[in-house]
């Protein structure tokens, strides 16, 4: 596709319920990367997969966090019982992986979650 | 530990410079950006620095970067209306792929 997109664009929820988020990167690229962004502040990472496996998962608050990328390509951020402090902007970014350069990171426009 | 810092805001005069600054603290990052961020929109990769480097320009952007200090500038160039956003400065510490981004910088741009 032309650049990353997020389905849905706005999610709300009630306390203690389920929610998927998805991701489908830009064609081609190995690395994608899921970050939350919570009113005023600036992204903070969650978690970086390269191909299928998660690189890097140190930013994922709690075990009630998860992401998958079963196939390499398009990805889903899963939050169990949700709680009022995970309502944020989750932004996915994806790169090409390319090892030696700065692998820039493309962010798509967000997925805003309201837990109520 | 990692941790990058920026004004909060910016007023500025269209037709003026301005300079947004930022403190990082990971010597060990080898790239440091900047993005920017429009009103319900994702961000724009505006520009990058390679941690060797003093200085980059790329149109009306120039970037700084002071090493030592572990300071950085984005500095616009007759700044227009349509610069008003909110510019995140961010670094990789140990060069790998994550992201640490500062709160960012709204930057307002008056008549």
């Known amino acids: 596709g032309a650049g990353v997109s997020q389905t849905p664009s706005n999610k709300v929820t009630e306390k203690g319920k389920y929610v998927e988020l998805r991701c489908d990167p830009i064609?081609?690229?190995?690395?994608l990367y899921w970050y939350r962004q919570s009113l005023g502040q600036g992204p903070e990472f969650l978690i970086y997969?390269?191909?299928?496996?998660?690189?890097?998962d140190s930013g994922l608050p709690n075990d009630r966090f998860f992401a998958v990328r079963p196939e390499g390509s398009v990805s889903t951020l899963k939050i169990q019982r949700t709680e009022r402090g995970d309502s944020a902007v989750y932004l996915c970014?994806?790169?090409?992986?390319?090892?030696?350069?700065?692998?820039?990171?493309?962010f798509g426009p967000g997925t805003r979650l309201t837990v109520l | 530990g990692e941790d990058v810092e920026q004004s909060l805001f910016l007023s500025v005069r269209e037709g003026d410079s301005s300079v947004i600054n930022c403190t990082y603290t990971d010597s060990s990052s080898t790239y440091l950006y900047w993005y920017k961020q429009e009103p319900g929109a994702g961000l724009q990769l505006l520009t990058y620095?390679?941690?060797?480097?003093d200085m980059k320009q790329d149109q009306r952007l120039t970037v700084l970067l002071n090493k030592k200090d572990k300071h950085l500038s984005l500095r616009i160039a007759d700044t227009q209306t349509g610069d008003s956003a909110i510019y995140f400065c961010?670094?990789?510490?140990?060069?790998?792929?994550?992201?640490?981004f500062g709160a960012g910088t709204r930057l307002a741009v008056h008549p």
């Open positions: 970014a994806s790169s090409p992986g390319l090892a030696g350069t700065t692998d820039t990171q493309y």
């Open positions: 997969f390269q191909g299928t496996g998660a690189a890097d």
């Open positions: 064609s081609g690229h190995t690395a």
């Open positions: 961010a670094e990789n510490p140990g060069g790998y792929n994550k992201l640490i």
């Open positions: 620095i390679f941690s060797n480097m």
